[in-house]
């Protein structure tokens, strides 16, 4: 049986063909929020029609850019041969600076491995929602932490998906306070996913001219936390999306797709779509990093489209220290600046970044409150 969604559990959550005077936003918010279930309840109540929340006005530039294909860069030799080095580094080079996305093979990490870690999202997501609900929170100092859009109640728009997170590195949780479901998976793919992304930052030191352990020693690898996204078959997909468009407030992600798509970034006001490629690694620029780079290498926008087809998984490898107590303060790199090129950022540090992140929400980028020249916003 097929169901509206304000039949669910008697919760009034308007679908979009009621009148917009029956809609009272933050009540909605609410009554999803209390029933910890998630978007997933709301598939497993097989609903026809999405709930208002979760509709996004039309986009202003939607169109898809089929020419540009997101590199992918072999990594197959880039510890042994100097040659392969050189190329892999100005491959990097080119698209940290034009698209602020690539993608990697041969990264070493096994496809066992891969599949694991996919599998124990799902395995998460599809439990018995009353064994999920132990784990549903908003505090964001719990050590591991399930919830449906992390900014429900501050965005404007609520995005068809539902999330698990936790931090790995610098200081990782008892493994007694994760589900047991994924516990020892997570603590596996942690330390392949930290040595992969060591690596990358280092190939982003040498392509900024710098020494190979520059943006290690610097701190941009001593945080890692995972974000594992489940997003489901949504029955009217073009009504809605699976992440709005935004940019990540760390030095890089290093993301884990599944085969179904939905990944696109913003370039030049079309879309592009990161197509799956299998056993490959996506990685991207965030925020802190174009921070630092003074602009050079580039944080873009992207988002998730919604699907007929799912669940979608996708374990984000979020680099950042943002939750931790820490006075260091990051600006742009000195070697960067030039009368040319003067500082386009002011410092910050990481736990004030995130803060004011967490205070935007998706959809508002961050950098803008960091700028010198405020009539560059």
């Known amino acids: 049986m097929t169901v509206a969604a304000s039949e669910i559990n008697g919760l009034n959550l308007t679908p979009l063909s009621k009148a917009d005077d029956n809609f009272h936003r933050l ?5 999803f929020d209390d029933t910890k279930a998630g978007v997933k309840g709301l598939v497993d109540a097989e609903v026809t029609e999405i709930p208002r929340i979760f509709y996004h006005p039309p986009e202003e530039y939607d169109s898809i850019e089929t020419q540009i294909r997101i590199p992918l860069i072999d990594f197959d030799g880039v510890g042994k041969d100097s040659l392969k080095r050189k ?19 041969n990264h070493g990490i096994p496809v066992s491995v891969l599949d694991e870690i996919k599998d124990s999202v799902r395995r998460f997501h599809e439990q018995d929602t009353e064994v999920k609900k132990q784990y549903y929170t908003r505090d964001l100092m719990k050590p591991f932490i399930y919830n449906s ?23 990782p949780p008892n493994p007694q306070e994760l589900p047991e479901i ?21 190939l982003l ?7 190979p352990n520059y943006l290690n020693n610097i701190g941009c690898g001593d ?4 974000v594992c996204h489940y997003y489901p078959a949504c029955p009217q997909p073009k009504l809605t999306t699976g992440i709005s468009e935004h940019t990540d407030a ?82 742009p790199i000195k070697e960067l600046i030039s009368e040319e090129k003067p500082a386009v950022y002011r410092e910050t540090t990481i736990r004030d ?25």
């Not at 009540?27 to 009554?31: D, F, I, N, R, S």
């Not at 859009?149 to 590195?169: C, E, G, H, I, Q």
């Not at 030191?205 to 020494?211: I, N, Q, R, V």
Request: aromatic letters at 10%; glycine letters at 8%.
């Open 223 to 226: 945080g890692l936390e995972f």
């Open 182 to 202: 994924c516990r020892d998976i997570l603590a596996d793919y942690s330390k392949w996913v930290m040595k992969i992304g060591k690596l990358v930052l280092e």
């Open 27 to 31: 009540t909605e918010l609410k009554a």
């Open 250 to 331: 760390d030095f890089i992600t290093v993301l884990l797709q599944d085969h179904i798509g939905g990944l696109q970034i913003r370039h030049h006001n079309n879309w592009i779509d990161v197509h799956p490629v299998a056993g490959a690694l996506v990685v991207n620029i965030g925020d802190l990093m174009q921070l630092i780079t003074n602009d050079r290498f580039k944080s873009v926008n992207h988002r998730v489209v919604s699907k007929h087809e799912g669940p979608r998984i996708s374990v984000a490898g979020v680099f950042s220290t943002m939750l931790l107590p820490n006075d260091k303060l990051y600006g």
């Open 205 to 211: 030191s040498e392509a900024l001219g710098s020494k």
């Open 87 to 105: 190329h892999i580094v100005d491959q990097i080079r080119d698209a940290s600076e034009e698209l602020g996305f690539f993608q990697v093979i």
């Open 149 to 171: 859009n992390f900014d429900l109640y501050s965005a404007p728009t609520t995005n068809w998906r539902d999330t698990f997170s936790s931090v790995s590195a610098r200081n």
């Open 353 to 377: 970044f995130g803060i004011q992140f967490q205070s935007d929400g998706l959809g508002t980028s961050t950098l803008k409150h960091y700028k010198l020249n405020q009539a560059d916003v």
